[in-house]
Nanobody, 128 residues
Framework: QVQLVESGGGLMQAGASLRLSCVSS????????MAWFRQAPGKEREFVAF???????YYADAVKGRFTVSTDPAKNTWYLQMNTLSPEDTAVYSC??????????????????????WGQGTQVTVSS
């Protein structure tokens, strides 16, 4: 059983920065997909970012240029650095991990159902 645990959420003012962490209970294989999703009240879960170990990161348009996803394989951890936060970023942020699908396009990893493991989520609230 793999467990993912997020940390780093909080209440921030617009324009601030915050870094979320996701620690895995198991070391992932080199090509594992590690991602961040978020869900705002009354909205569906939406893709934020994903990365394959040492690979190219992908971002949702809404966060491109402000958020950065990175990994630390030695710590079984990946991060989401969030800069220039706005109230529209308010949501529960969840990390996810999954095995890569053969011949899958990057778009497929922006879909929550393609992930095998999920964290419990951490609340990020941005006030104006």
């Amino acid at each position: 059983q793999v467990q993912l645990v997020e940390s780093g959420g909080g209440l921030m003012q617009a324009g601030a920065s915050l870094r979320l962490s996701c620690v895995s209970s198991r070391r992932f294989f080199r090509d594992y997909i590690m991602a961040w999703f978020r869900q705002a009240p009354g909205k569906e879960r939406e893709f934020v970012a994903f990365i394959r170990n040492s690979g190219t990161p992908y971002y949702a348009d809404a966060v491109k240029g402000r958020f950065t996803v990175s990994t630390d394989p030695a710590k079984n951890t990946w991060y989401l650095q969030m800069n220039t936060l706005s109230p529209e970023d308010t949501a529960v942020y969840s990390c996810a991990a999954g095995f890569p699908r053969q011949n899958a396009s990057p778009d497929s990893y922006m879909v929550p159902s393609n992930y095998d493991y999920w964290g419990q989520g951490t609340q990020v609230t941005v006030s104006s």
